[in-house]
C-alpha cells in the first residue's frame, strides 16, 4: 500500500464533480446507446408493435392499407414462458440462500444471517414482485439490475393527545423534543391535580390546600407525535434506461456481481423528500428540477403508462444519481471506494449532496439470460427471436390475405345490366337489386386459391427451432402425438432432460451471480451498519451475534449455496421417493452411513420439490427437537446375579434396621411413658400446692373486708350527737354488726 503523503489535501465539492463529471458523462452515454435503445427495441417486440417497414413515412401513403398488420406474439410468448420457470424454481423453495460456516465459530454468524437475509427477501420485501421486474428487463432487454439498501427510514407517528402530564414528565418530554425524539405540537395552561376521594369526601378543596400552605401538584394536556424509525432491507428493480455503467462492465468471476470502474442509477425524488433524507437543504434547493425522460426505451413503456416518465405531477422532484467508483477524496493517494450522491442537470449543473466511503461490495446485482463472456451484456429473448417473429408475423400476414382474398372474392359487374350501381353496394339478407337482362350474368367472382398450408407449416417449423434456442416456448412444452407411440419412456425422459439444459444453465448462472451476489451485499451492508443491524435482528430473532467489522469478510468466512431443483419434478420426486426409502432402510439397520437428519433433510427437499413452501407443518428437525433419553440395555445373567445378590444383601441389611428401629421405639416409649407419668405427678403436686395458697388467699381478703366494715360503722357512730341526759345504762346496747359469713372452703 502506498505512504500516505504529507501535507494530504481532501477534494472538495467542485474538485470532486470536476474529476468525475467526463467519465460519469461517457459512462452515461454509453449506457444509453448500449442498454436504452437495445432495451427500446426488445420493448418493441415484446409489445408486438408493428415493425419499421410497416410505418408510413413522411409523406407516403401507409404500406399496409387494405392488408394484415397481425405480429405474432413470439417475444411475448417466450419471456412470459422463461420467466415462469425461474420464478417457478426460486419461489418454490423455504430458503433463497443459506449461508454455511467455514469453520465452528462462524456457525452462530452463519444462521444469523441466513434467517435474516431470506426474511428481508421474503417478508420485508415482495419476491415474487422483485423477480418479476428483474427477469422480465433481462428477457426483453437483456439486462436485469437490482438494487440494494439498507437503511433507516425516519417517519413521525400520528399526533396524540395526553391529558393530566406532570410538570417533571413535561420537562422529559422537553429533553426528548431537544434530542429530536419527539415533536410537542401544543401544550394547556396548567391546572390543578384532582383531589383524591378521601379529601373531597371531608370537603377539603385546593384553595383550601393552599392557603393552609400545602403542596398542589399541577397538570397539562399536551400534544405530542413521536418519532417512527425503522430500519429497512430494500430490494428493488433497476430500469434498464436508468442504470448507469462505464464500457468495462462485466460479471466478476469472484464474486458473481458487477465489475466496473463506474456504476449506479438515476432515480427521480420529491425535492422535500431529499431534505427529509438528512441532505443540505441548501444544496437540494440548487438542484434544478426533473423533466420527463425523452429516451426512446422510457417512451416506449409510456405508452402504457398513460405517458408517465417518471416525474410526477404532484411534488417538484430531482433527478438523484447514485454513483459508486473508486476516488482518492482525501488526497493520501489511495483510491478509495465511495459512494457519490449527485442531484440535478448532469451535464449542466450537477449538485453533489453526499460523498461516503463504503466497501468494495457496490449494491447492484445483474441478469443476463444469455451472457456473452467476459461481458457483463448478453442475449436477451428478444435479440434471439426478434427475427424469426418479424419472418413469421410476414408469412402469418401474407396466409391472412390470401385466405381474406380466398372467402371474399374480389367481384367484376356488368355496368351495363345493372342500372343503378348503388345496388349492389352494402348487400345485407333479402336486398332488392334491379338488373336488366339475366341475373346469373350480372357479377361473377374472380375467385383466388389459397396455398397457406406449407407455408403455416414452415411458421411452425421455425417456432420450433427458436424454443430450443430459448430452452423455452411451446417446442419445449407440448408434446407430439407421435412420440407417444413410437418412444420409450426413457428415451422420451432423456429427451425432456436434454431440453432444459439451455434453460437450466440459464438457472444456474443466475443463482450463482445475481442472487448470490444479492446476498453477499445483504451482509456485507448489515456488517457496515451494526447498530442498525443489532436492532432489526434483534427484534426478529431476539437474539444477535455480533459481526466484527475487522476479522469478518463475506466472501472469506461464509460460502453461499443456492439450492434449485432441476426443471422434471417427476424425475426428482421419484429420486428423492427412492432415496427416502433407501435411508429409512439404513437407518432401521443401524448403518452409520444415514442418520435421522440426513433421513430429514431429505424428505424435506421432496415436500419442497412438491411445491409445499412451510415443510415444517409436516416435519420436525431432529436437531432442534429435545435430547432423548437413551433407551436400557437388557442386563446380562452376570449383572442379573449380582442384582440379586445386592438385592438380598439390602433386604438382610433392612431387616436388621428394622428390628433395631423396633427396639428403639420401644425403648422411646418407655422412655415417654415415664416422662409422662413424672409431668402428671408434678402438676398434681403444684394443684394442691395452688388450692392451698388460694384458700389462704380469700381468708385474707374476708378478713380485710370485715375490719374494713367494723372501722366504717365505729365512724359512724362518733359521728352521732350525744343526749343531754345520760341514757339508761340498761337501754344502752351495743350496735348491731352484720352477720358473719363463714369462710369459704
Known amino acids: 500500500m502506498a505512504n500516505k503523503k504529507k501535507g494530504a489535501k481532501p477534494l472538495n465539492d467542485e474538485e470532486i464533480l470536476n474529476r468525475i463529471g467526463g467519465p460519469l458523462r461517457k459512462a452515461a452515454d454509453w449506457s444509453k446507446d448500449n442498454i436504452a435503445i437495445k432495451g427500446e427495441l426488445g420493448l418493441k417486440f415484446y409489445n408486438r408493435e ?74 420485508q420485501n415482495s419476491y415474487v414482485a422483485l423477480l418479476d421486474s428483474w427477469l422480465m428487463n433481462g428477457a426483453i432487454t437483456g439486462l436485469g439490475v ?138 437540494v434547493a440548487l438542484a434544478t428540477s426533473a423533466t420527463d425522460a425523452m429516451d426512446g426505451l422510457a417512451m416506449e413503456r409510456a405508452q402504457e403508462t398513460d405517458y ?21 477524496i482525501d488526497g493520501d493517494g489511495w483510491r478509495e471506494h465511495v459512494h457519490l450522491t449527485i442531484a440535478g442537470d448532469l451535464l449542466n449543473a450537477p449538485v453533489l449532496l453526499n460523498v461516503e466511503e463504503v466497501s468494495k461490495f457496490y449494491p447492484y446485482a445483474a441478469f443476463c439470460p444469455f451472457p456473452l463472456p467476459d461481458t457483463l451484456f448478453g442475449h436477451g429473448i428478444a435479440d434471439r427471436v426478434g427475427d424469426d417473429q418479424r419472418l413469421v408475423s410476414n408469412i402469418y400476414r401474407s396466409n391472412i390475405d390470401g385466405l381474406n382474398a380466398s372467402v371474399n372474392p374480389q367481384k367484376a359487374v356488368n355496368m351495363q345490366a345493372v342500372p343503378n350501381l348503388d345496388d349492389l353496394l352494402l348487400p345485407h339478407p333479402g336486398k332488392i337489386i334491379r338488373v336488366d337482362g339475366n341475373p346469373n350474368e350480372v357479377v361473377q367472382f374472380i375467385n383466388t386459391p389459397y396455398n397457406g398450408g406449407p407455408s403455416m407449416q414452415f411458421a411452425e417449423q421455425i417456432k420450433d427451432e427458436v424454443s430450443s434456442v430459448t430452452g423455452v416456448g411451446g417446442g419445449m412444452t407440448t408434446m407430439n402425438a407421435a412420440d407417444l407411440q413410437s418412444t420409450s419412456p426413457s428415451a422420451m425422459s432423456q429427451h425432456a432432460n436434454a431440453q432444459m439444459l439451455i434453460i437450466e ?41 455480533p459481526i466484527s467489522v475487522d476479522k469478518w469478510d463475506p466472501e472469506m468466512d461464509m460460502t453461499t449455496t443456492v439450492a434449485f431443483g432441476v426443471m422434471n419434478r417427476d424425475y426428482m420426486q421419484a429420486v428423492l421417493d427412492k432415496t427416502i426409502q ?29 411445491g409445499i413452501k412451510n415443510p415444517d ?129
Open 582 to 610: 433407501t435411508q429409512t432402510a439404513g437407518l432401521t439397520n443401524g448403518s452409520p452411513l444415514v442418520t435421522i437428519q440426513n433421513v430429514y433433510n431429505a424428505s424435506r427437499q421432496y415436500l419442497e420439490n412438491a
Open 50 to 123: 408493428l415493425f419499421d417497414t410497416d410505418k408510413a413515412k413522411e409523406g407516403k401513403p401507409d404500406p399496409l392499407k387494405g392488408r394484415s398488420k397481425h405480429v405474432v406474439p413470439m417475444v411475448q410468448e417466450q419471456v412470459t414462458t422463461f420467466v415462469s420457470q425461474f420464478e417457478r424454481v426460486f419461489d418454490g423453495q423455504g430458503k433463497v440462500v443459506e449461508f454455511l460456516p467455514n469453520g465452528p465459530e462462524d456457525a452462530p454468524v452463519a444462521k444469523q444471517m441466513t434467517d435474516a437475509c431470506n426474511f428481508f427477501v421474503r417478508v
Open 505 to 545: 444453465k440459464s438457472l444456474r448462472f443466475f443463482a450463482d451471480t445475481g442472487i448470490r451476489y444479492s446476498f453477499r451485499v445483504m451482509v456485507d451492508q448489515l456488517r457496515s451498519n451494526p447498530d442498525g443491524a443489532q436492532a432489526l435482528i434483534t427484534r426478529l430473532t431476539g437474539s444477535y451475534t
Open 617 to 745: 407443518a409436516f416435519l420436525t428437525d431432529p436437531s432442534k427437537a429435545p435430547p432423548q433419553q437413551d433407551k436400557p440395555k437388557e442386563p446380562t445373567e452376570l449383572e442379573i446375579q449380582a442384582q440379586a445378590m445386592q438385592a438380598a444383601t439390602e433386604q438382610k441389611a433392612a431387616d436388621a434396621k428394622a428390628k433395631n428401629d423396633l427396639k428403639l421405639l420401644d425403648l422411646y416409649l418407655e422412655d415417654d411413658r415415664i416422662r409422662d407419668k413424672n409431668d402428671q405427678d408434678f402438676e398434681i403436686e403444684r394443684a394442691k400446692n395452688a388450692a392451698q395458697v388460694d384458700t389462704a388467699r380469700v381468708e385474707a381478703q374476708i378478713n380485710a373486708e370485715r375490719e374494713t366494715l367494723t372501722r366504717g360503722f365505729q365512724q359512724i357512730a362518733a359521728m352521732q350527737p350525744k343526749p343531754q341526759q345520760q341514757p339508761n345504762p340498761q337501754m344502752q346496747q351495743a350496735p348491731q354488726m352484720p352477720p358473719q359469713m363463714p369462710p369459704q372452703p
Open 146 to 283: 437490482a438494487h440494494i439498501n439498507f437503511y433507516e427510514e425516519k417517519g413521525w407517528h400520528p399526533p396524540e393527545t395526553l391529558k393530566g402530564v406532570p410538570e417533571e414528565q413535561l420537562v422529559e418530554f422537553v429533553a426528548q423534543e431537544e434530542a429530536g425524539e419527539v415533536k410537542i405540537l401544543s401544550r394547556s395552561e396548567p391546572y390543578a391535580a384532582p383531589l383524591p376521594p378521601e379529601a373531597a369526601q371531608q370537603g377539603i378543596t385546593a384553595e383550601m390546600l393552599a392557603e393552609m400552605g400545602a403542596p398542589v401538584q399541577m397538570l397539562r394536556d399536551i400534544k405530542i407525535r413521536n418519532r417512527n424509525n425503522a430500519w429497512r432491507m430494500r430490494f428493488q428493480s433497476v430500469r434498464p434506461e436508468d442504470f448507469i455503467v462505464s464500457k468495462d462492465a462485466q460479471f466478476d468471476q469472484q464474486t458473481g456481481g458487477i465489475k466496473a470502474r463506474l456504476q449506479g442509477h438515476k432515480c427521480v425524488l420529491a425535492r422535500a423528500a431529499l431534505i427529509e433524507m438528512g441532505f443540505d437543504e441548501e444544496k
Open 308 to 328: 408517465d416518465q417518471g416525474v410526477g405531477d404532484i411534488e417538484d422532484d430531482v433527478d438523484v444519481y447514485e454513483i459508486y467508483m473508486r476516488l482518492d
